[in-house]
């Protein structure tokens, strides 16, 4: 039996790429990780890495269910954990080791896991998958030793930071459930939940427990009216038309349900940049999407939020929104009046 599982092993590490020369590490997205002798998952963005780990403990469990998963606590454990999980059992039992918080790990720890890795390097080991959970930072000397081990697999979850990327994660989170979302109504659930994963997610859950067919931008109202109605890109979405009155009400309204003014000035000065890269660009709106990793229903949208504003107007508007900034971030007295007086002088820019 034993012989069994290393022959899987073995299998699983040429698929992942062990016959790559030492250094030419594969780097995939999460959703493509998959079962290698080293398992390294980087990136700030955590919903995504424990999906990835995840993964790749339900394929490795496919290959055996007898797998064991041990978690090791680079920042908590003792030197020589790592050793432990690593070592044989008594009963040969295939494992999956998990390190955790190697960004930040202990001296000792990171020898540990240094060590390790030179060790696979020259013998590998078939009956452990060992990942390595690194957060980002400058830290990288067990990076650079999993690059050494052959077969090595590098998973990317970078945090998701533009419109584009989040509806894509909304899209794919419906498409996993077999289900279907409009873009407009992706669009609504990015504008209402705003930029947290997990609460996208979840969101994304509820829509295809609750409702059934294509959700539509009627369905997002329905279970996530209030939030839409009061978040900073409602704001914006007034400023830009220049309605002064329905501007400050949505503003009042998201300050009073806790959206904070420096996501108002961020939302604010997301759309006037938009606004500008669009008009600053040639082309039908598919072509430009794709030179600026929008969406083109949301090129079309920027282009008729143009009209009354001039190029000197977008710009005037982002220097005060810096100005703005500083005032809410502890540079001014009042961040509400701060901002009331900005959303105030961006709807007297447009022209009407």
């Known amino acids: 039996m034993a012989a069994q599982r290393t022959g899987t092993g073995a299998r699983a590490g040429s698929r992942a790429g062990g016959s790559k020369a030492k250094g030419a590490v594969r780097t995939v997205a999460w959703s493509e990780a998959r079962v290698a002798p080293v398992v390294v998952v980087t990136g700030a963005e955590q919903l995504l890495a424990e999906r990835a780990v995840a993964r790749v403990v339900a394929l490795r469990r496919l290959d055996d269910p007898s797998v ?5 606590d680079a920042v908590a454990d003792e030197a020589g954990r790592l050793q432990t999980a690593v070592s044989p059992s008594l009963f040969d039992e295939p494992r999956v080791v998990v390190v955790t ?46 690059r050494a081990v052959p077969g090595a697999l590098s ?28 873009a407009p109504a992706a669009r609504a659930l990015v504008d209402a939940v705003g930029s947290d994963l997990r609460e996208l997610a979840a969101a994304c859950a509820q829509l295809v427990a609750d409702t059934s067919g294509t959700v539509e931008p009627e369905d997002v109202q ?89 190029a000197t107007a977008l710009g005037a508007g982002l220097v005060a929104l810096a100005a703005t900034d500083a005032d809410v971030k502890g540079g001014g007295r009042d961040p509400v009046y701060a901002l009331e007086r900005a959303v105030l002088a961006l709807c007297g820019s447009r022209e009407p």
């Not at 998201?254 to 759309?271: D, I, S």
Request: include cysteine; charge should be positive.
């Open 101 to 146: 918080g190697v960004e930040a790990a202990a001296e000792a720890v990171e020898k540990d896991v240094v060590a390790h890795l030179a060790a696979l390097a020259s013998q590998p080991d078939d009956e452990v998958v060992l990942v390595l959970r690194h957060g980002g930072g400058q830290r990288k000397k067990v990076l650079d030793a999993a």
């Open 155 to 182: 998973v990317d979850c970078p945090p998701l930071k533009k419109d584009a990327e989040k509806i894509a994660f909304v899209g794919a989170e419906l498409e996993t459930a077999r289900r279907r979302i409009s």
């Open 68 to 72: 064991e998963v041990v978690t090791v």
């Open 222 to 310: 329905r279970y996530h009216g209030g939030r839409v109605e009061a978040t900073s890109f409602r704001v914006a979405d007034a400023v830009v038309t220049g309605s002064a009155a329905e501007a400050l009400a949505m503003l009042r309204q998201a300050l009073a349900t806790g959206v904070e003014p420096v996501l108002v000035v961020a939302a604010l000065a997301m759309r006037l940049r938009q606004m500008a890269l669009v008009a600053g660009s040639r082309g039908r709106d598919e072509e430009v999407a794709r030179a600026l990793g929008m969406q083109p229903w949301m090129v079309g949208m920027r282009r008729r939020e143009l009209r009354g504003w001039s």
